[in-house]
Each structure stands twice: as structure tokens, then as C-alpha cells.
């Protein structure tokens, strides 16, 4: 079983930026693919980034390209999600999520992630 559990949310101004974190617990990090989603009031839960259990593979959402950045350290079982330029429309409850995986692989969708955190709110102000 793996425990995920975020950090960093809060209140922002827009153009600013936060550091959410995610620590794992439960497996070692390095076994574990990870991601992260955010789901706005009244939206379906969308992906934003996700990372390989390496950390050579990385993809982004459009939304988010050349403004969020994911890492992971394995030795520290946390991964990151640095965001700037933020908008309103980042606005969000943002998730962590996990996947064991032995392929070197991202996942993008909800399905593919069976572990969750319980999600840190974004807010960002226009």
C-alpha cells in the first residue's frame, strides 16, 4: 500500500508561484510513477504532469508547458511540482498520485494511478 500526502498549496496572486510537494510512504519512491492532477469546482479531475519512476521520462498538459515543472527525489521519497506564472485558472485542488510500475513509463490519465493523496488547494487571484 502507498500513503501519499501533499504540502505547499495556499493563496497566490497571479503571475506568482508555489512549490507543492508529495511524500511517499508505504513502497520506495524509485518503484512508484508519479503524477499529479488537479480538479476545479464543478470539472472532472485532469492530469497536469507525470514523471517516470527514473526521471527521464516527463510529460505536460498544454495548459501547464514551460510553466510547471515536476522532479522527484528518490532518496528524499518526495516529488515536486514547482509552479509559476500561475493563473486563475490554475485555480484547483491538486492531486498527487502514484503508480507502481517496472516499465520506465508516464501515465496521463486517472484510471492508471490506483493511489491518491487527499489534495492540497490552489487559489490563485486575479
Known amino acids: 500500500q502507498v500513503q501519499l500526502v501533499e504540502s505547499g498549496g495556499g493563496l497566490v496572486q497571479d503571475g506568482g508561484s508555489l512549490r507543492l510537494s508529495c511524500a511517499a510512504s508505504?513502497?520506495?519512491?524509485?518503484?512508484?510513477?508519479m503524477g499529479w492532477f488537479r480538479q476545479a469546482p464543478g470539472k472532472e479531475r485532469e492530469f497536469v504532469t507525470g514523471?517516470?519512476?527514473?526521471?527521464?521520462?516527463?510529460r505536460y498538459a498544454d495548459s501547464v508547458k514551460g510553466r510547471f515543472t515536476i522532479s522527484r527525489d528518490n532518496a528524499k521519497n518526495t516529488v515536486y511540482l514547482q509552479m509559476n506564472s500561475l493563473k486563475p485558472e490554475d485555480t484547483a485542488v491538486y492531486y498527487c498520485?502514484?503508480?507502481?510500475?517496472?516499465?520506465?513509463?508516464?501515465?496521463?490519465?486517472?484510471?492508471?494511478?490506483?493511489?491518491w493523496g487527499q489534495g492540497t488547494q490552489v487559489t490563485v487571484s486575479s
Open positions: 508505504g513502497r520506495t519512491l524509485s518503484s512508484l510513477a
Open positions: 514523471i517516470s519512476r527514473s526521471g527521464n521520462s516527463i
Open positions: 498520485a502514484a503508480r507502481i510500475d517496472v516499465r520506465l513509463l508516464v501515465f496521463t490519465t486517472v484510471p492508471e494511478y490506483p493511489y
